[in-house]
């Protein structure tokens, strides 16, 4: 989108709100951090790069969580051998019992916070919501009440900015709740998919939802795997090297187990929430347009990727760079009146370049980058119409 819609800055938008995940990408583009920088930090790795995250910082094991557990243990195992033999109690309450030793979170998010507060440390940046010059909502879940918390709104916005983040990501089961001020505060999803009426209720002129929860279709092909099934199918009849597969598809998520079942129930709670959210905000707010932006739900490479994957972290955001170029073609019509509501320009003659990568291609020389490049300048020409020689 950054590179597509003329006019578009997405580090100088009236305002952000993160939730979950979308915590670190919002608080990133408060900060000044363009989406080819977030992409440098997280994706790339470049050794030596001062905004450098290693995905690393994320797979901590929860030591301290761990072993405040495990203390619990010796007096619980008393209470509960004491309920059976000596008063006669069932042995479920026992095991109810027994269960305050399982942790809260297998991973730590602490170094990850860390990690934050050294980025947000750098010059022309800040950890303080109050002296961003862009408002910045992250929304949290208040472990003991349900309620959403909106760190970042007046009585809330003296929380750090990486603590507030840690928070509003800390999905329960993953990471421990995140303790600030004496309470405990997990996943923000669990209770707000958008929170979007902190700024719609400013006056906006253009909302651009970012989804990349769906629940998955897998019954049907999308139109990548269509694609490359054709592709695949006439590259066998004319003899060519055989187009690379796509993830393997799973006809019965059943056939997945648990990780599977659990994921598409979780997708669709969350999803099913944030359709009614966005009904309402388009009646309440009709003078507003809202684009929703989502991943096709019949991609199975998306929704089978092993997202704590170190090594596919670049084949996945290649993807989906590619699965946005494509939606934005298809949508092209539509969301060219509505980019342009605000000022804004979509350019097809940008889409139009089918050589256009998020990351350069595995093993590709700086040569083959810079044909490719001109390749793609080539296409972009084209498609206004302009003669090239």
Known sequence: ????????????????????????????????????????????????APDRFDPAELLQPAWAEFGERLRLLPRLLGDAAREVLLEGRSALGAVERL?????????SSNRFGE???????????????????????????????????????????????SQAVQASAALPGLFPPVEIGGRHYVDGALKKTLHAS??????????????????????????REARSRRAKKL????????????????????????????????????????????????????????????PDPRDAELFLANTFSYSQRRHLAEHAYQATRELLRERAATLKAQFARAGLTLREDVLADREARLLPAPGETRIEQALRALRGSLAVLEARGAPHP
């Not at 819609?5 to 408060?30: K, Q």
Request: aromatic residues 6%; charged residues 20%.
């Open 1 to 48: 989108m950054e590179e597509a819609v003329d006019g578009l800055d997405f580090t100088a938008c009236d305002g952000y709100i993160g939730v979950s995940a979308g915590g670190f990408i919002a608080a990133g583009l408060a900060n000044g951090m363009t989406p080819r920088q977030l992409c440098a930090a997280f994706i790339e790795n470049t050794a030596g």
């Open 99 to 107: 269960g305050r030793v399982l942790p809260t979170g297998l991973l």
């Open 115 to 161: 990690a934050l507060t050294r980025v947000f440390a750098r010059p022309g940046r800040t950890d303080d919501f109050r002296q961003l010059r862009h408002r910045l909502v992250l929304v949290a879940t208040d472990l003991d009440s349900g309620e959403a918390i909106p760190f970042g709104t007046e009585g809330w916005d003296h929380v750090p900015i």
């Open 198 to 223: 902190v700024l719609l209720d400013r006056g906006l002129d253009l909302l651009i939802c970012l989804n990349p929860l769906v629940p998955y279709e897998s019954d049907r092909l999308s139109h």
């Open 235 to 294: 590259a066998s009849k004319l003899g060519r090297p055989a187009v690379r597969a796509l993830q393997p598809r799973i006809h019965r998520l059943v056939d997945g187990g648990l990780p599977l079942v659990l994921s598409q129930t979780f997708r669709s709670l969350i999803h099913s929430r944030l359709e009614l959210g966005m009904r309402g905000y388009e009646l309440s707010h009709p003078q507003t347009d809202i684009l929703l932006f989502e």
